[in-house]
């Protein structure tokens, strides 16, 4: 049976990575001490990686496709295709960074301002070619954890560079930010070789597209209602929909069935409007997947 084999993000992105395959349709579990999760799929293979590692094998062809975030993709120089990118994360759906930060009572200001100086971090790659960048000479060293305490302990290091997604984490360690090294999100990417294949390369493509879809539905919600026909014009306008909305005719030909798709945040203003201007019966359904 062909196969496709698939480099999934252990760590903080686990949970968020399974909830994202659960809602596209495909179920993943991951019994404790293993790294080879079940997917039920039969031509989908799983394997668990850090997110650090998962370029540079799917470079190697270890595996086929993989998720990992621009950043270690860049950190890594990894020869793979970027299919496309899927923004989710941990915590929220914006883009994490890479900053460079300081004490707040650091006299830097700029990044100009360490020239000569030490910073730590586990993006050592991107750091350097950044300072490169901008003709700034600076000891680059790796950090093994706990970097937001080392920029906090005098004679350690001058800076740090640290994946931030809130700040939260660098306000509580006194930290402020001096400048942005690059900006991250997801990406699912594939080995040159596997995307040449036509059959992992269909494979790949109808996953991506479903886990898509189902980014996609994240913030939609469907709502159905039935609506007096004099009154139709009146209800379509209150409804800023994603497409035209779907009416169908009902046995009483005073009446009409009116489905669409809209934003869930929109959803609590124009319920109460759309009920106003003759509106009955209104449902609000969750979406698993909104395909475009």
């Known amino acids: ?42 031509e989908l293979e799983g394997l668990m990686f850090r997110a650090q590692e998962i370029a540079q094998y799917v470079s190697r ?44 009572e650091s006299p830097v200001q700029t990044v100009e301002d360490l020239q000569g100086k030490r910073i730590a971090t586990e993006l050592v790659g991107a750091t350097r070619r950044f ?12 950090s093994w954890g706990t970097t937001e305490v080392k920029a906090r302990i005098p004679g350690l290091v001058d800076a740090i560079v640290e994946l931030t997604e809130t700040g939260s984490s660098l306000r509580a360690n006194r930290l402020r930010i001096v400048d942005t090294i690059c900006e991250s999100t997801t990406r699912f990417i594939a080995n040159r070789q596997a995307w040449e294949d036509p059959w992992k390369r269909e494979k790949a493509e109808n996953l991506l597209i479903l886990l898509k879809g ?16 004099a009154r139709l014009d009146e209800v379509i306008r209150k ?44 449902i609000e359904y969750p979406l698993n997947k909104v395909i475009y």
């Open 131 to 142: 300072l490169l960048d901008r003709g700034i000479e600076a000891e680059v060293e790796f």
């Open 239 to 282: 409804l800023p929909a994603l497409h035209t909305p779907t009416i169908s005719n009902q046995m009483d030909g005073d009446w009409v069935a009116l489905e669409v798709i809209a934003d869930e945040r929109e959803v609590r203003e124009m319920i109460p409007q759309l009920k106003r201007v003759g509106a009955e019966g209104i």
């Open 1 to 42: 049976m062909n196969t496709l084999k698939l480099g999934l993000p252990s760590g903080s992105l686990k949970d968020s990575t399974f909830d994202l395959f659960g809602r596209a349709g495909y179920k993943v579990r991951l019994s404790s001490r293993s790294c080879t999760p079940e997917i039920n799929d039969a």
């Open 61 to 104: 062809g270890v595996v086929d496709a993989g998720l990992t975030g621009k950043d270690w993709i860049l950190e890594n120089d990894a020869d793979v295709v970027e299919v496309d990118e899927l923004v989710y994360s941990k915590v929220t759906s914006r883009p994490v960074r890479w900053v460079v930060a300081v004490p707040e």
């Open 214 to 229: 189902a980014l996609e539905a994240e913030a939609k919600v469907g709502l159905k209602m039935n609506v007096p026909r």
